[in-house]
């Protein structure tokens, strides 16, 4: 066959697909002509679709234009109250009791903030713009990263080094086009909180530290915005609906805020990142998308706001004559879900109390002011205790990867030490799953959670928890006493706190012996010594 | 932590998150009946030190509910943990 006779029967069948395609265009002009004639016969004798009798709780504005008839010549043309296009995509919810036209037209109006588009963000956000959501705000200063991607859904390996917020929305247009997105590439700041909240309706905490969930709290109870909050650590997770039903501080009928759960933020030092903790995918990814889940159900259900309650109500806590709260739009009592993904059971749900009487943001005591907040006054990071990096070491006491690499290759004798160059003890302080990741060859392995946890000879008698006279501690000792040790961490934190340990349990034989740890740990060694080894 | 109850006498005490990376455990029984206001001081004589890196920041719950025992003027400060009953012990947890 020529090129020619080729590019013929091409032509030919490109021809034949679009007379196909255009007779289906055709039908579905017939189809629509047909169905606007009926529609049209329909409503001249009955005007109104009476969305009241579907939905008799009052609609958002927005939404019950659709119940609106437009006219169309001499012909009155009915708008249902979804798009075409709607009836299908949400079909699947639509038909459930617990969402329905009423709370689809709900989802349709509404506005949602997800505070961190990382673990939990991205699971949440996916769902709830699948859920028809009308507009989604997502807020996060970070770029994706590639140890992200193994929880965080929405972000892809050819978008790594993207800013999170510019990833998660590519996604989520391509999930939903229909839901308007707005970006915010930035960490929430108190300056800014309570102007971008007020723009939302319930507001998602996906966020990682203590000082953000304070934060992410106050400036909710401030704007009178329900708060689904979730956090998840290894192979745990926590979920609250706070600030639910939304009302001003004092009132007691208001849900409970973070601080009334937790009023006092974890120590600083105790504060363990996935970074540093590990987090499993599949246990963050259960609570965002419970996350989701709780936003569905207050925003289907209908939001409670403060006028729903009269002063009546809000005084006695009873209801009064004739502004009783529909009772199927009462918030469910406040509890706290833990999930424990290796326990059994693996879930447990916790009832937890009204707004505390004393509570420092939602009670009538309140002393976190919308000024305060705003003029920045609160300092949520000191608040929750800055963590400043270790510095527990002399500069003696220190060594750079370069002078351990020259150390291990012998071009340089290993500290004090008389005995061959190489010789020299490395203790890897990592945990026993990461040293058992990659190691340096010849190094031993002694957790720091073990070293921590020992009680130096001074402290008086063990304690009965901790075993006699630490076995790691004797290991050390059998071994010459003479030889220099080297302490390696992941980051150059714990390896310090090692050292010190150390020679709080008499290992330097009273100053003779060398002991010092290696400057920013083994992430150093791979920047500079040995690109090869692994960073996890 | 698989269900548990504990032997006569006995309440069932729950760690979670920090709580039980701290004592290495996630469960064990304590005498009963104590005043829920010691708790912490039962614990701490178990783990010294869990007080101030743990406890302090810590919500507890009784049988699967709340209890407030912060401050002179709590909710709860009155209340007598029992036995069988099963008390827990929870860590804020932040990340995600």
């Known amino acids: 066959m020529t090129s020619r006779d080729a590019q013929i029967v091409s032509l030919r069948n490109q021809i034949a697909s679009c007379e196909v395609q255009l007779q ?53 043309v009915k708008l249902w109250p979804l798009d075409k296009h709607e009836y299908r995509r949400y079909g699947r919810q639509l038909i459930m009791p617990e969402i329905g036209l009423t709370g689809q037209l709900r989802l349709k109006s509404s506005s949602v903030l997800v505070v961190g588009a990382g673990g939990l963000g991205c699971p949440a956000a996916a769902y709830l713009a699948g859920a028809g959501v009308g507009m989604i705000g997502l807020i996060d200063g970070d770029t994706v990263e590639e140890s992200n991607l193994h ?21 989520l247009r ?45 400036a909710c109870v401030l704007s009178q915005k329900p708060l689904v909050s979730a956090s998840a650590l290894r192979t745990d997770g926590q979920l609250m609906v706070l600030n639910n039903p939304p009302l001003p501080p004092g009132h007691a009928q208001g849900g409970p805020c973070y601080r009334c759960v ?16 590990g987090i499993l995918g599949p246990v963050v990814g259960t609570m965002g998308v419970l996350q989701a889940l709780e936003t569905i159900k207050i925003i289907a259900k209908g939001i409670q706001r403060y006028s729903d309650f009269d002063s009546t109500y809000l005084q006695k806590g009873l209801p009064s004559g004739n502004s009783v709260p529909d009772p199927h739009r009462l ?31 939602c009670s009538a005591q309140t002393t976190v002011t919308r000024e305060a907040l705003k003029s920045g006054s609160l300092d949520y990071v000191q608040f929750c205790g800055a963590v400043s990096p270790v510095d527990a070491l002399a500069a003696t006491e220190r060594v750079s990867v370069e002078e351990y690499s020259r150390i291990r290759d012998g071009s340089i004798p290993a500290e004090d030490t008389k005995t061959m160059p190489t010789e020299h003890i490395l203790v890897d302080v990592r945990e026993k799953v990461q040293f058992e990741l990659c190691n340096l060859d010849g190094s031993m392995n002694i957790p720091y959670s073990i070293v921590a946890r020992s009680s130096s000879s001074e402290s008086g008698k063990p304690s009965s928890q901790a075993p006699s006279e630490d076995d790691w501690v004797a290991q050390l000792r059998t071994l010459a006493n003479d030889k220099p040790i080297y302490v390696v961490c992941r980051l150059g934190n714990d390896s310090q706190l090692a050292v010190r340990k150390m020679k709080e349990m008499g290992l330097d034989s009273g100053g003779t012996r060398w002991i010092g740890d290696i400057r920013n740990g083994l992430r150093a060694w791979m920047k500079r010594i040995d690109p090869d080894f692994p960073e996890y | 932590m698989a269900s548990h109850w504990p032997p006569p006498g006995h309440f069932a005490l729950l760690y979670f998150a920090a709580a039980s990376e701290f004592t290495r455990r996630s469960v064990e029984n304590i005498p009963a009946p104590i005043h829920a206001t010691g708790l912490f001081g039962v614990i701490e004589q178990r783990y010294p030190g869990i007080t101030d890196k743990v406890l302090s920041s810590c919500a507890v719950t009784v049988n699967l509910q709340y209890v407030d025992l912060d401050g002179d003027d709590a909710a709860d400060k009155d209340l007598i943990i029992q036995e069988g009953d099963e008390v827990a012990i929870i860590p804020p947890v932040s990340s995600g």
Do not use: W
């Open chain 1, 262 to 277: 937790f009023p006092k933020p974890p120590p600083a030092a105790s504060v363990v990142s996935c970074g540093d903790g």
């Open chain 1, 174 to 218: 391509s999930l939903n086009p229909t839901v308007k997105y707005i970006p915010y590439h930035t960490r929430l700041t108190a300056e800014i909180a309570l102007d971008i909240f007020e723009k939302y309706d319930v507001i998602l905490d996906c966020t990682d530290t203590p000082a953000s969930r304070y934060l992410i709290s106050d």
């Open chain 1, 151 to 171: 929880r965080q859904i929405l972000h892809s390996t050819e978008r790594v080094a993207m800013p999170k917020v510019d990833s998660a929305i590519a996604s």
């Open chain 1, 24 to 76: 289906r265009l055709r039908d579905q002009l017939l189809e629509a002509e047909n169905d606007r004639d009926i529609s049209s016969r329909d409503t001249s004798g009955q005007i109104s679709l009476g969305l009241g009798e579907i939905a008799p709780e009052s609609l958002p504005a927005e939404a019950s234009e659709g119940s609106s008839h437009q006219q169309n010549g001499d012909k009155v």
């Open chain 1, 331 to 361: 918030s469910e009592p406040p509890s706290l879900l833990l999930f424990s993904a290796f326990s059994n059971p693996p879930f447990r749900s916790i009832r937890l109390r009204t707004r505390k009487a004393k509570c420092s943001a």
